[in-house]
């Protein structure tokens, strides 16, 4: 009974964890590719945002997220 219990919690942390890194795995990406962010940024023309190529990493939280 105690496995049967311990095997059920194990996969229900294991989605859990999978559910939640892939959100989290985009903005780890962002802080460590930052300057290839910065590169690829969608509002160069538009400096006084400060974008820095953040509002791709929030496309892809949401679609991570959908």
């Known amino acids: 009974m105690r496995c049967r219990q311990a095997t059920i919690a194990c996969i ?22 930052y300057e290839s962010y910065r590169e690829r940024c969608e509002n160069k023309d538009k400096p006084e945002m400060e ?10 939280v949401a679609e991570a997220s959908d």
């Open 12 to 33: 229900l942390l294991a989605a859990y964890l999978t559910l939640t890194c892939r959100v989290v795995l985009p903005v780890i990406n962002y802080m460590v590719n």
């Open 51 to 60: 974008c820095d190529g953040s509002c791709q990493v929030q496309k892809e």
